[in-house]
């Protein structure tokens, strides 16, 4: 991208913004949290999707998704916060407003497993399946962030010069 095509990008952070990302303390709590989510993400995958497979492991994958979902709150909570803190909105900040759409669907999705498998509204199997829709969603909404990330770090690239940092 030439100098001119990104001085017509939207900066995803302001001067302003990029300093309060860095002083909050959810911004460290988001870097953990992500990571570790995503990690038991692939462990629940493996559990759900061995139960899918042969029947086996019913408990173990109903209580990684109950896992997940948990770990998933935290993240949402925090990352709301997190936005408060950068942006002075806990939602749909317009640097953050499509992640923050998905995030809903993904929440809608986890949370219907947890009634459906509280309330026995749907079979097992049923169950499984829609913690894979849910775990589809969060694969597209985690994949929104790396890309997101990735603007970020590209955007504050120009603006170091010799490891210092230039605010504007």
Do not use: C
């Not at 909570?77 to 939602?91: A, K």
């Amino acid at each position: 991208m030439s100098k001119e095509q990104r001085s017509h990008v939207r900066q995803l952070y302001s001067a302003s913004e990029r300093q309060r990302r860095d002083a909050s303390p959810w911004t460290f709590v988001q870097g953990v949290l992500a990571p570790l989510q995503f990690l038991v993400f692939l462990i629940s995958l493996a559990l759900v999707t061995r139960y899918l497979l042969t029947g086996e492991g019913l408990m173990a994958a109903s209580i990684s998704v109950v896992v997940k979902t948990l770990v998933l709150y935290a993240i949402m909570i925090t990352g709301s916060i997190w936005e408060h803190d950068v942006f002075g909105r806990y939602l749909f900040a317009p640097a953050f407003f499509w992640e923050d759409v998905v995030s809903m669907l993904v929440l809608a999705l986890h949370t219907a497993y947890l009634v459906a498998l509280f309330t026995g509204w749907l079979t097992p199997q049923e169950q499984m399946l829609l913690a894979l829709a849910a775990y589809a969603s969060y694969v597209v909404n985690a994949a929104q962030f790396l890309l997101k990330l990735r603007a970020a770090r590209l955007q504050a690239a120009p603006q170091r010069i010799s490891g210092i940092e230039v605010l504007g």
